[in-house]
Nanobody, 120 residues
Framework: QVQLVESGGGLVQAGGSLRLSCAAS????????MNWYRQAPGKQRELVAV???????NCADSVRGRFTISRDNAKNTAYLQMNSLKPEDTAVYYC??????????????WGRGTLVTVSS
């Protein structure tokens, strides 16, 4: 079984920074894409940033230039560095990964989420 644990959320003032972490554990042969999603109150979940196994990245227009996704393959961990935070960034942030586990099965795994609140 594979689990994801997110950390790093919290309350921050507008203009501040936070760094989210997402650590995968369990029987993992490899990890393909690692993604960050967010869901604000009353809104649908949206993709924030993605990073491939080779390190290619992409992010939503709303966070481009402010958020940076990275990963440490040795630690099976993804990060989301969030700078210049705005009140509209307030949301629960979820980590999502595709892992290759025993018998080379591919699994999509979601974390439980970490709350980011940006005050004005």
């Amino acid at each position: 079984q594979v689990q994801l644990v997110e950390s790093g959320g919290g309350l921050v003032q507008a203009g501040g920074s936070l760094r989210l972490s997402c650590a995968a554990s369990g029987i993992i042969l490899s990890i393909n894409d690692m993604n960050w999603y967010r869901q604000a109150p009353g809104k649908q979940r949206e993709l924030v940033a993605v990073i491939s196994s080779g390190g290619s990245t992409n992010c939503a227009d709303s966070v481009r230039g402010r958020f940076t996704i990275s990963r440490d393959n040795a630690k099976n961990t993804a990060y989301l560095q969030m700078n210049s935070l705005k009140p509209e960034d307030t949301a629960v942030y979820y980590c999502n990964v595709e892992v290759v586990t025993t018998y080379k099965r591919s699994l999509e795994v979601w974390g439980r989420g970490t709350l980011v609140t940006v005050s004005s």
